[in-house]
């Protein structure tokens, strides 16, 4: 028998984070490993890294990130 995913995703974001984040590692694996994936974020992770080394004062955390694509798809 099959769960329903939104209630397997229901139960699995009320773990604690420690097992959230142990599954998480243990999903990733299962999804295989891409070394040309991983050698394109590696190469954007640098990119972005160094953008925002010349000029900080461009760094937005998360919720204003989110905040500002809300206020856009008004």
């Known amino acids: 028998m099959s769960i329903p995913i939104e209630v397997l995703e229901a139960e699995l974001l009320s773990l604690p984070q420690a097992d959230r984040s142990r599954l998480v590692d243990k999903l990733l694996v299962s999804l295989g490993h ?7 974020w590696g190469v954007e992770a640098d990119r972005r890294e160094a953008r925002l080394a010349q ?12 905040a500002q694509a809300r206020a856009r798809l008004k």
């Open 55 to 66: 000029d900080p004062q461009q760094w937005v955390d998360g919720q204003q990130a989110l």
């Open 34 to 40: 891409d070394p040309a994936w991983e050698e394109t």
